[in-house]
Nanobody, 127 residues
Framework: QVQLVESGGGLVQAGGSLRLSCASS????????MGWFRQAPGKEREFVAA????????FLADSVKGRFTISRDNAKNTVYLQMNSLKPEDTAVYYC????????????????????WGQGTQVTVST
C-alpha cells in the first residue's frame, strides 16, 4: 500500500508563493503518475496538475497554467507543486495522488485513475 505524505501548506497573502511536497513511501518504479487535486469547502475535488515519473511530462489545469508548476525528484520519491501568484480562489485542501497508470492530460483529471491519496494539506490565500 502506497503511503503519501503532503507538506508545505499554510497561510499566504494574495500574490505570494508556496511549495507543496508529496513524499511517497514506495519506489517510483511502482508509481507512474503523480497528481495534485484540491477541494474547496462545498465544492468537488478538482484536478490541478499531474506528472509522469518516467518521462517527466506534466499536465496543468487551465486555472493554474502560468502560475503553478509540478516537478518530481525520483531519488527522493517526491513530487512538488510550486504555486506562484496565488489568488484567494486557490484556497483549498490540496491532495496528492498516485497512479500505477501512465496517464495523459485527459485521463489524469479523473480521480478514479488514482489508487492512493495523501491526507491533504490546507492552503489559505488571504486578500
Amino acid at each position: 500500500q502506497v503511503q503519501l505524505v503532503e507538506s508545505g501548506g499554510g497561510l499566504v497573502q494574495a500574490g505570494g508563493s508556496l511549495r507543496l511536497s508529496c513524499a511517497s513511501s514506495e519506489r517510483t518504479a511502482i508509481i507512474e503518475t503523480m497528481g495534485w487535486f484540491r477541494q474547496a469547502p462545498g465544492k468537488e475535488r478538482e484536478f490541478v496538475a499531474a506528472i509522469r515519473w518516467t518521462t517527466g511530462s506534466s499536465f496543468l489545469a487551465d486555472s493554474v497554467k502560468g502560475r503553478f508548476t509540478i516537478s518530481r525528484d525520483n531519488a527522493k520519491n517526491t513530487v512538488y507543486l510550486q504555486m506562484n501568484s496565488l489568488k484567494p480562489e486557490d484556497t483549498a485542501v490540496y491532495y496528492c495522488a498516485a497512479s500505477i497508470l501512465g496517464l495523459s492530460m485527459s485521463t489524469a483529471q479523473a480521480k478514479n485513475n488514482y489508487g492512493a491519496w495523501g491526507q491533504g494539506t490546507q492552503v489559505t490565500v488571504s486578500t
